[in-house]
């Protein structure tokens, strides 16, 4: 699912709107008004959830950026997933709540539910900020979801607001069978190593590798003086998670 990113992230990153003219504004409340499925009564609200605060050197009438909808977009997701999660998944424990939580609202997954909004066409952000990291762009969007929520619950109210969460995020992961997977290699990782009284898991960068805006790293990962595995990512974070992920690999194919 997430290798759609790829085409997502060059039109991204050469596309990104500066946008200053009123009018494009309004057009593109319009258009969002079309996706989201309701009238906008306050289209000052959704244009604070799209700004991002880079955008003020661009245009100092705006003062208000959507961090603050961001983090009330943030607290209405969490409450959303875990209501949806506890009414339908009765038979499972804290656990397993817990980690399909996380799941629901993992960063990559709020940012490919923004891409399925083109939700970059809306963003209004100063581009030289954004760079060419995959992080950097995938934060952007998945913050902006979150504004957008949180906007949907001022200007409407708590039930649009899930009705959008479950339409546009919940649903169609549910459909594609990966709702629950857990992603969080990492976390595995060190849950085995805790199971087994064994070390912690160690993560070392080995090399780094290309210009600065497309880094490679390279880390492995051991648990005592054993090797379990090596992972490359355009940062040290997906790196390690994928070095856990073989590592996880390695330990049920008992190759280790």
């Known amino acids: 699912m997430f290798k759609k990113f790829g085409a997502l992230f060059k039109f991204f990153s050469d596309k990104f709107i500066r946008r200053t003219n009123v009018l494009d504004i309004n057009q593109n409340l319009r258009s969002l008004e079309s996706l989201l499925g309701f009238t906008i009564l306050d289209k000052n609200i959704f244009i604070q959830a799209l700004t991002h605060r880079s955008y003020f050197e661009i245009n100092t009438d705006f003062k208000r950026s959507n961090e603050r909808l961001e983090f009330l977009g943030d607290a209405i997701l969490g409450m959303?997933?875990?209501?949806y999660l506890f009414e339908?998944?009765?038979?499972?424990?804290?656990?397993?709540?817990?980690?399909?939580?996380?799941?629901?609202?993992?960063?990559?997954?709020l940012a490919?539910?923004?891409s399925g909004l083109n939700l970059k066409n809306y963003i209004l952000i100063n581009a030289k900020y954004v760079g060419y990291s995959d992080d950097g762009l995938l934060s952007i969007l998945a913050d902006s979801f979150e504004a957008l929520i949180g906007a949907i619950y001022i200007d409407q109210n708590i039930e649009q607001?899930?009705?959008?969460?479950?339409?546009?995020?919940?649903?169609?992961?549910?459909?594609?069978?990966?709702?629950?997977?857990?992603?969080?290699?990492?976390?595995?990782?060190?849950?085995?190593?805790?199971?087994?009284?064994?070390?912690?898991?160690?993560?070392?960068?080995?090399?780094i590798e290309g210009p600065e805006h497309k880094r490679a790293f390279t880390v492995q990962v051991s648990i005592g003086s054993q090797i379990y595995g090596t992972g490359v990512g355009r940062s040290k974070k997906i790196a390690e998670q994928n070095a856990s992920k073989e590592a996880i690999n390695n330990i049920k194919s008992n190759s280790i």
Do not use: C, M
């Not at 959303?80 to 209501?83: E, G, M």
């Open 80 to 83: 959303i997933a875990a209501d």
């Open 112 to 114: 490919f539910a923004a």
């Open 88 to 109: 339908k998944y009765e038979s499972e424990g804290e656990g397993f709540l817990t980690k399909a939580r996380s799941s629901i609202v993992n960063r990559d997954r």
């Open 161 to 207: 607001a899930e009705q959008f969460i479950l339409k546009w995020l919940i649903y169609p992961f549910e459909e594609e069978h990966d709702f629950i997977l857990d992603k969080n290699y990492k976390g595995q990782l060190l849950e085995f190593s805790h199971a087994k009284k064994l070390d912690q898991p160690k993560y070392t960068v080995q090399k």
